[in-house]
């Protein structure tokens, strides 16, 4: 037998019919809360952000796969350019990198191809192995 939605402090809590809650004023959850859909927000406010980190797989010399949205790859000396290969790289992704060695070559996101892949590269061959940390952002 389904029964209509239920309603407390004025509206403020509505539990619908269907299934849905509406808090209507600030939600305070003392423990873990998990979200197996998709979390939708206005304004995200933390402390802390926690991204999905992968390990680095070598594909080949000038390429790698690491499949989290955040990361740290390691271009080789006399290179100038490294492939990742990532599935979260979308179309209009904005994705970050970061040196995390010192390199007299400037950084720069070559190309990005939807679905499987970005590439970083510098102007010049590289003169040493040099470490950058990227984000993915969708």
């Not at 808090?23 to 991204?51: C, R, Y």
């Not at 590289?126 to 952002?137: E, Q």
């Amino acid at each position: 037998l389904k029964q209509g939605g239920v309603s407390f402090l004025s509206g403020l809590i509505n539990f619908a019919s269907d299934g849905k809650a509406v808090f209507k004023e600030d939600t305070v959850f003392e423990k873990n809360v998990t979200v197996q859909g998709v979390l939708a927000a206005h304004t995200i406010s933390s402390t802390e952000l926690l991204l999905g980190q992968s390990e680095v797989k070598i594909l080949n010399d000038g390429s790698v796969q690491s499949t989290g949205a955040a990361g740290l790859i390691t271009m080789k000396k006399d290179t100038k350019e490294i492939k990742v290969v990532n599935p979260l790289v979308k179309e209009k992704s904005l994705i970050f990198i970061t040196p995390k060695t010192k390199t007299t070559q400037p950084l720069f996101l070559l190309d990005q191809v939807e679905g499987n892949s970005f590439t970083v590269g510098t102007e010049g061959l590289l003169d040493a192995d040099v470490k950058f940390n990227y984000l993915i952002v969708n």
